[in-house]
């Protein structure tokens, strides 16, 4: 098994690799390793095309995370941060920390207000969700309301919008739109270490999602004391939900998809192998995608979620139709 697992990295990591190679050098502007010795060229590599890239891994990757974490406590395959509203919470928050609060010119207080704003719109959407699944034991009352707490969060959202100024507007509607680009290296420090932390420590949670994926009773069992590996779960989800949010914007489909993916690709329900394909296929998705933003147009940018819901859309239809799928 651990064989299987490690030929499988093996084979992300180089594909991985592959595509930050092509993400770094390719583009609006080909870059090679001539050019770096040019000021301009070099500052673009430097400070545009490398925060760029370690975004693109660090967001699809923890993305991907959250979604297996969600997808794992609620014991449905069509949870993700997007679908259940974690994604839109977390819009609202910043929403409100960016039109209201924008004119903070200090950078770290500027930054951290929407990182914090981002994280706690997220750990309150997913209270709620969590606490409306312990009421109802049924899959698609959870996502229904899931969609529902999107759709009101997302009309109060609409409303601070309006009566926004047209400065501010224009700014939270750049970020709605979802990008992997607007990070600079300062965002880079903040963004690696607690992305870093929080997606290693799911992996010390392996042996207790693999309880719980069966059943609550069988993990307390076991002697897993489930409220608080809950609560774990949905502080992780949070912080890396928030924070990719913040700096990104929503992203869709990509924390919904991937562990999908990664369960029909590699047929395993071992959650510390999943823990890791669905990192390593989270950021060759992310990567794949900007990538694809980057080539198609060379005088505007496209939004990374135009292609990430054309990725992502299929592999739902394909669980929604397939009747063999299963989360685990």
Aim: net charge positive; charged share 10%; hydrophobic share 55%.
């Amino acid at each position: 098994m651990h064989k299987k697992l490690t030929v499988h990295v093996i084979i992300l990591l180089v594909i991985t690799s592959a595509l930050l190679f092509v993400n770094l050098f390719f583009g609006s502007i080909s870059i090679s390793l001539a050019d770096l010795k040019e000021g301009i060229v070099s500052d673009i590599f430097y400070n545009i095309r490398i925060p760029k890239t370690i975004t693109a891994i660090l967001a699809g990757g923890s993305l991907a995370i959250s979604g297996l974490l969600m997808q794992t406590l609620f014991r449905n395959p069509l949870a993700g941060p997007y679908v259940l509203g974690v994604s839109s919470g977390a819009g609202l928050f910043v929403a409100i920390a960016m039109i209201l609060f924008g004119g903070v010119s200090n950078y770290f207080v500027g930054k951290s207000l929407i990182s914090i704003s981002a994280i706690a719109g997220s750990l309150l959407i997913m209270s709620v969700v969590l606490f409306i699944s312990k009421r109802s034991r049924s899959n698609t009352t959870v996502l229904l309301v899931g969609i529902m707490i999107s759709q009101i969060l997302g009309a109060f959202q609409g409303l601070i919008e309006y009566i926004s100024n047209p400065a501010a507007l224009k700014s939270f509607v750049v970020w709605g739109m979802g990008s992997v680009s607007n990070t600079s290296s300062k965002d880079i420090y903040i963004l690696l270490p607690i992305c870093f932390l929080f997606c290693v420590m799911t992996l010390f949670l392996a042996k207790p999602l693999n309880a719980i994926l069966l059943n609550e009773t069988y993990a307390q069992n076991l002697g897993i004391n489930v409220g608080r590996l809950r609560l774990t779960i949905i502080f992780i989800t949070a912080i890396l939900t928030g924070l990719i949010t913040a700096f990104c914007g929503p992203i869709a489909f990509v924390g919904l998809s991937v562990p999908i993916a990664c369960r029909l690709l590699f047929k395993s329900a071992h959650q510390l192998h999943q823990l890791c394909y669905c990192f390593l296929l989270g950021a060759i998705t992310l990567l794949f995608c900007d990538t694809v933003c980057q080539l198609l147009s060379n005088s505007y940018a496209i939004p990374i979620n135009t292609i990430t819901t054309i990725i992502g859309s299929p592999v739902v239809i394909y669980l929604i139709f397939s009747r063999k799928e299963s989360l685990t």
